[in-house]
């Protein structure tokens, strides 16, 4: 399997048929996935039973998504379909479902229908963002905890009539979870930020303006192009990242044209020591 590196920060595009691919093969995909936090495929024909085949190598995948729109046969497939009456809300740095007590390991992303431009998608290295803090910060930083929930996703269950029962409900039954500011990763052991705009609400133990200060040094950090790598996508590519030390970003300057992806997001890594 050939592996072209993107950017020394995180990313790599693999050539193999995830289709058809068997445990060795899968085996080789997240050994890149570990070295690289983010891995790309181009020219990928899967069908959604080969999609779902494809994440149950990794480990168990993960229940319907409890906002965005579900594959009609297959529910664990999240059907991400925007044009200009369905505006995205994925233009945020972010980990997928924080409020979480344990948060998905991985997602799988397979570009349906692609604009002609636009529509690209950023990834950022927290590990190497950890690293490339001052001494002293990451010092502070390591012993802190931080409050997570579903944030915006409020949005989706209020909708246009601003059903507060709705929302309340949304907030009740996702709940909410505290995480360490500073993760360590299971297999690499690597230390990284652990907090994002998205989901992330406050720090534990400190009054909001602190708290707000201290985060919007960490996500101003986060945001420097060096940690990053940007993927132009094409009809029929697909992205693999380790939602545990990555943040993603998808851009929304292709409206009114039109995307639609599928995702697989797979809840445990079952490779893991």
Same mark, same amino acid.
């Given at each position: 399997m050939r592996i072209e590196r993107l950017t020394p920060a995180l990313g790599a595009e693999l050539d193999i048929d995830l289709g058809h691919i068997n445990a060795e093969g899968a085996q =080789?995909?997240?050994? =890149?996935?570990?070295?690289?936090?983010?891995? !790309? !495929?181009?020219?990928?024909? %899967?069908?959604?039973?080969?999609? %779902?085949?494809?994440?149950? +190598?990794f480990g168990e995948i993960d229940i319907?998504?409890?906002?965005?729109?579900? +594959?009609?046969? @297959?529910?664990?497939?999240t059907v991400l379909e925007n044009d200009e009456n369905r505006p995205p809300d994925t233009n945020d740095w972010h980990k997928d479902l924080t409020f979480r007590e344990a948060p998905p390991f991985m997602s799988i992303l397979y570009a349906k229908s692609v604009p002609e431009t636009g529509g690209d998608t950023l990834w950022a290295n927290m590990a190497l963002a950890y690293d490339n803090l001052a001494p002293a910060?990451?010092?502070?930083?390591?012993?802190?905890?931080?409050?997570? $929930? @579903?944030?915006?996703?409020? *949005? $989706?269950?209020?909708?246009? $009539?601003? *059903?507060? &029962?709705?929302?309340? &409900?949304?907030?009740?039954?996702?709940?909410?979870?505290? +995480?360490?500011?500073?993760?360590? +990763?299971?297999?690499?052991?690597?230390?990284?930020?652990?907090?994002?705009r998205s989901f992330t609400q406050h720090i534990v133990g400190m009054l909001r303006a602190e708290s707000d200060r201290l985060l919007e040094y960490i996500y101003q950090h986060i945001d420097q192009p060096e940690h990053q790598v940007r993927f132009r996508w094409r009809d029929n590519s697909v992205a693999m990242w380790d939602n545990r030390v990555t943040q993603h970003y998808a851009l929304a300057d292709y409206l009114p044209g039109y995307r639609c992806m599928n995702r697989v997001t797979v809840n445990s890594d079952n490779r893991a020591g």
């Open positions: =080789a995909v997240y050994d =890149a996935l570990m070295a690289h936090q983010v891995v !790309f !495929f181009r020219d990928q024909e %899967i069908t959604p039973e080969q999609h %779902i085949a494809l994440g149950a +190598h319907p998504h409890p906002v965005y729109q579900n +594959h009609e046969r @297959i529910p664990a497939i910060m990451r010092a502070m930083l390591d012993p802190l905890e931080a409050v997570h $929930d @579903i944030g915006c996703f409020r *949005n $989706d269950y209020l909708g246009p $009539d601003k *059903n507060v &029962e709705a929302m309340n &409900e949304g907030v009740r039954s996702n709940g909410a979870w505290v +995480h360490p500011v500073i993760g360590t +990763h299971p297999v690499t052991g690597a230390k990284y930020i652990n907090v994002n």
